[in-house]
C-alpha cells in the first residue's frame, strides 16, 4: 500500500504560479510512476502529467509549457510546478501513484486526498 499526501493548493491570479506536491508513504520502493490528475465540478477526472522512476515525463497538451512535473526520490515526493496559470485550470488536483505488484497482473492506482487549486483575480 501507499499513502499520498498533496499540498500546495490555494488561490491565484490569472498568470500566477503554485507548485503542488504529493509525499508518499508505504511502499514507496515499488511506485513505476506517479502522476497529476484533476478534475473539475461537473468533469471527469483527467490526466496533467506524468513522471516515471526513470525520470520520463509525460504531460496532457493543456498544460505542456506551462507545468513541469518533478520528483525527489530522496524525499518520496513528486511535484508539480504549475506557471501562467488559466481560469480554465482551477480543479481538485489529485496526485496519483502507480504500482505494478506482480508482472502479469495490471498496476493499481493510488490516490491522495486532492487539493483545491482556484484562479481568480
Known amino acids: 500500500q501507499v499513502q499520498l499526501v498533496e499540498s500546495g493548493g490555494g488561490l491565484v491570479q490569472p498568470g500566477g504560479s503554485l507548485r503542488l506536491s504529493c509525499a508518499a508513504s508505504?511502499?514507496?520502493?515499488?511506485?513505476?510512476?506517479m502522476g497529476w490528475y484533476r478534475q473539475a465540478p461537473g468533469k471527469e477526472r483527467e490526466l496533467v502529467a506524468t513522471?516515471?522512476?526513470?525520470?520520463?515525463?509525460n504531460y496532457a497538451d493543456f498544460v505542456k509549457g506551462r507545468f513541469t512535473i518533478s520528483s525527489d526520490s530522496a524525499k518520496n515526493t513528486a511535484y508539480l510546478q504549475m506557471n501562467s496559470l488559466k481560469p480554465e485550470d482551477p480543479a481538485v488536483y489529485y496526485c496519483?501513484?502507480?504500482?505494478?505488484?506482480?508482472?502479469?497482473?495490471?498496476?493499481?492506482?493510488?490516490w491522495g486526498q486532492g487539493t483545491q487549486v482556484t484562479v481568480s483575480s
Open positions: 508505504g511502499s514507496v520502493s515499488r511506485i513505476n510512476a
Open positions: 513522471i516515471t522512476t526513470g525520470g520520463e515525463t
Open positions: 496519483n501513484a502507480r504500482i505494478q505488484w506482480l508482472r502479469d497482473l495490471p498496476p493499481n492506482d493510488y
